[in-house]
């Protein structure tokens, strides 16, 4: 009788079926015979373990925390992204999508027990630290993070603005951990950021997705706009790289302001709820002007969206490397008690039925994460350098200006998306 009376109160909207000895029914599949029940033994073997714990354990347990923890590794075993939200985790939550919180500057994840960096966001202090994707966290202030949950490693990482916090990473490439000082900050982000390459050719820098991010885009294609001058925008670079994603919605935003027609992406999944499409309204910004698209192995989620939708529908070149195959939608479920849970509950598929998930977007045209050098650039001998040259007839070039050298030493897939840009432009030209 204690057995089933903890049962109950662990349970307690199924109190009364178990009491009486059945169990409400899940929805069944549409080829079974008959409805699945839940697992009552599983369910006593758990109200055993809680009991155990409560009666012998070293220690004095706060039965709520139980709970809590249970519920937790519940979402953990589905995948790397569903998870148990408490009050202060969903209102952090809603805070990072508006735009502005305190932290780091890092869209992480978990991968075998620690926490993986899927990308720092542009201009905080995560970014001026060099910490890169792929980067794995061992260790926060000196202490393992095996163990925690990604909320828990997320929570320890917060903390007053002007703090330091030591993170242990395991970097590729590195043959022993190297630990990292960064002082925490109030993140501030500026999901756009926009300006001229060059006379003629745009430079769109979206650094996460939010809800305001689609306006944004459209502003700022309006000033690139304005700035190119009465021959308007010949091209542009959009640079989704580092990009961890966001809100859906922003994404299909950002997509469909460059699409006139067509779908831009699918969701599906095992409730019918989970089914939807969006489609792209009759508009372009840019006017169909060339457009180069440029990601890396941090661009994830709504990055891959965007990426995914301009490449299947021939609108943009996109360039890089390939994508974090971050492909799962999930679900802000909000809980009686003020909780939430963040639920997977549907996949992303590109216009032609691609799936994203532990795929990514493979680039058009690959581009290694290289740096370039002065030297590399510029020490290439031409024959106008050779002594005693003759000159040719035509009248002396101008000489060149620019900071095309400087372009590649800073961000040498930049520059070569540019020079792709251009021979986009003159192939359209002809």
């Given amino acids: 009788m204690a057995e089933r009376a903890a049962l109950c109160r662990l349970t307690r909207g199924l109190c009364l079926a178990l009491m009486l000895g059945l169990a409400p029914s899940v929805p069944a599949q549409t080829d079974s015979a008959s409805d699945e029940t839940l697992p009552l033994e599983r369910l006593r073997t758990f109200t055993e373990v809680y009991e155990r714990i409560q009666r012998d354990y070293v220690e004095d347990v706060d039965p709520e925390t139980l709970i809590d923890n249970a519920i937790q590794g519940m979402l953990q075993g589905l995948d790397p992204h569903s998870t ?48 890169r994707p792929g980067d794995l966290i061992i260790r926060i202030d000196g202490q393992s993070v095996k163990g925690l949950d990604l909320q828990e490693a997320v929570e320890r990482m917060r903390g007053e603005p002007g703090t330091e916090i030591v993170l242990g990473i395991l970097r590729d490439g590195a043959e022993a951990p190297i630990e990292v000082t960064i002082e925490r900050a109030i993140i501030r982000v500026e999901s756009v950021r926009a300006r001229l390459l060059e006379p003629g050719f745009g430079y769109l820098r979206i650094s996460q997705f939010q809800s305001r991010t689609g306006d944004d885009v459209l502003d700022a ?130 216009p032609e039925g691609r799936s994203i998930q532990a795929e990514g977007i493979t680039p058009d045209v690959r581009i290694a994460n290289l740096e370039v050098t002065a030297g590399a650039v510029s020490d290439r001998l031409r024959e106008s350098d050779l002594p005693r040259h003759l000159r040719g007839d035509a009248a002396p070039a101008a000489e060149q200006t620019g900071d095309r050298p400087a372009l590649a030493e800073r961000d040498y897939a930049l520059a070569e998306a540019l020079n792709l840009l251009k021979g986009l432009t003159i192939l359209g030209a002809d």
């Avoid at 978990?110 to 001026?128: K, L």
């Avoid at 950002?254 to 969701?267: N, P, Q």
């Fill in 221 to 350: 294609v309006e000033g690139l706009v304005a700035d190119a001058g009465p021959d308007g925008l010949s091209g542009l670079v959009l640079d989704l790289r580092n990009n961890p994603g966001g809100v859906l919605d922003a994404a299909v935003e950002v997509a469909d302001a460059f699409l006139a027609s067509g779908v831009i992406v699918t969701t599906d999944g095992r409730a019918e709820r989970a089914a939807s499409r969006f489609v792209a309204t009759p508009n372009d910004a840019l006017g169909g002007v060339p457009l180069v698209v440029l990601v890396n192995a941090g661009s994830a989620s709504a990055a891959e969206i965007v990426a995914g939708a301009l490449q299947d529908h021939r609108r943009g070149v996109v360039m890089g490397e390939p994508t974090f195959g971050k492909g799962s939608v999930q679900t802000i479920l909000p809980l009686r008690d003020g909780n939430a849970v963040k639920l997977t509950t549907a996949r992303y598929f590109t």
């Fill in 84 to 131: 148990y939200l408490d009050r202060s985790d969903y209102q952090q939550l809603q805070e990072g999508t508006r735009g502005e919180f305190g932290g780091l500057g890092i869209e992480v994840g978990m991968e075998d027990g620690f926490v993986e960096v899927i990308a720092p966001i542009d201009g905080t202090p995560a970014d001026a630290a060099g910490i």
